[in-house]
């Protein structure tokens, strides 16, 4: 059974730039949340896909978007890119209807860095 | 509405000293109840988990945490804190929902002295 894995685990991006970052679910596992982790933070909730379509989303604005495709692997999209965008980006993935002790796997992130 | 807060963002104990790191939340459902470890530059790694099954919660690397409804707390324990436990912990609180979203503590950072 393989874990979620993200890449890529750092980059560095400037200002006003588009970035994505990429999410692998853990297997048969069918929706996957973003979560933003700013320095010295707990994580945020950004948003969620269930059947590629997302079905809840957190205080973050429009140019957060997300895909999931129907291999299950998503992927977070940021467009105009903010020195507050700095953060560690964590996915976690987990089968719809289970609950959330049951199986919610956080991925190691990916470290993005805006200069 | 669901929330976390974590008491201290910063503790020092002494190896061998009681660990103690405070959690209080607030939910208008029963909660589903984490912790979890950080350590630098990496992801977060599941300590424990209260599912209601059990109100003591035994997780990893000897730590425990206790769930009391009546003091919307579930702190974090551990008898003897050994240098490896260095790092940061965020307590965490789902909905019993299919949303499944997860509520963070804004984290303590834990010191351990030699």
């Known amino acids: 059974e393989t874990g979620v894995t993200q890449s890529p685990t750092h980059l560095i991006k400037t200002r006003g730039q588009q970035v994505t970052l990429r999410c692998s679910s853990q297997s048969g596992h069918n929706t996957v949340s973003w979560y933003q982790q700013a320095l010295g933070q707990g994580p945020q909730f950004i948003f969620q896909y269930y059947r590629e379509e997302e079905n809840g989303r957190g205080n973050f604005p429009p140019r957060f978007s997300g895909l999931q495709f129907p291999n299950y692997s998503s992927e977070l999209n940021v467009n105009a890119l903010e020195l507050d965008d700095s953060a560690l980006y964590l996915c976690?993935?987990?089968?719809?209807?289970?609950?959330?002790?049951?199986?919610?796997?956080f991925g190691s992130g990916t470290r993005l860095t805006v200069v | 509405a669901q929330s976390v807060t974590q008491l201290g963002s910063h503790v020092s104990v002494s190896e061998g000293a009681l660990v103690l790191l405070r959690c209080n939340y607030s939910?208008?459902?029963?909660?589903?109840l984490f912790w979890y470890v950080q350590y630098p530059n990496q992801g977060l790694q599941l300590l424990l988990k209260y599912t209601s099954a059990a109100t003591l919660v035994k997780g990893i690397n000897g730590f425990e945490a206790e769930f009391k409804k009546s003091e919307t707390s579930f702190h974090l324990t551990k008898p003897s804190a050994h240098m490896s436990d260095a790092a940061e912990y965020f307590c965490?609180?789902?909905?019993?929902?299919?949303?499944?979203?997860?509520?963070f503590g804004s984290g303590t950072k834990l010191n351990v002295k030699p």
């Open positions: 939910s208008s459902v029963p909660p589903y």
């Open positions: 965490a609180v789902s909905v019993r929902d299919n949303f499944n979203k997860f509520y």
């Open positions: 976690a993935s987990w089968i719809w209807g289970q609950p959330a002790p049951y199986g919610y796997t």
